[in-house]
């Protein structure tokens, strides 16, 4: 079983930086690729970056240049970062992590990120 706790969301204006943080507790071990997906009102859930347990990285084309996903593999846990620099109004969201097993899916609670223009 793995527990993923997340911290770091926020009101800032557009142009401003936040970094979100997600710590897998558990068997870290276990985890293949992690990532980070949002969604905002009305919308579906969808993926904004991830990172495969080498450190392959990946990013839907919007964020590019903006958003940096990387993750630290401690013995014990594994601390999954989003640096989101440049913001703007449509990256308005709840922030889910996500981490992947072999044979199961973990998500965190959410954090809301909240960008006025």
């Known amino acids: 079983q793995v527990q993923l706790v997340e911290s770091g969301g926020g009101l800032v204006q557009a142009g401003d930086s936040l970094r979100l943080s997600c710590t897998a507790f558990g068997r870290p071990s276990w985890l293949n690729d992690m990532a980070w997906y949002r969604q905002a009102p009305g919308k579906s859930r969808e993926a904004v970056a991830s990172?495969?347990?080498?450190?392959?990285?990946?990013?839907v084309d919007s964020v590019k240049g903006r958003f940096t996903i990387s993750r630290d593999n401690a013995e014990n846990t594994v601390n999954l970062s989003l640096q989101m620099n440049s913001l703007k109004p449509e990256d308005t969201a709840v922030y889910y992590c996500?981490?992947?097993?072999?044979?199961?899916?973990?998500w965190g609670q959410g954090t809301q990120v909240t960008v006025s223009s």
């Open positions: 996500l981490a992947v097993t072999a044979s199961e899916y973990y």
């Open positions: 990172i495969t347990r080498g450190g392959i990285t990946n990013y």
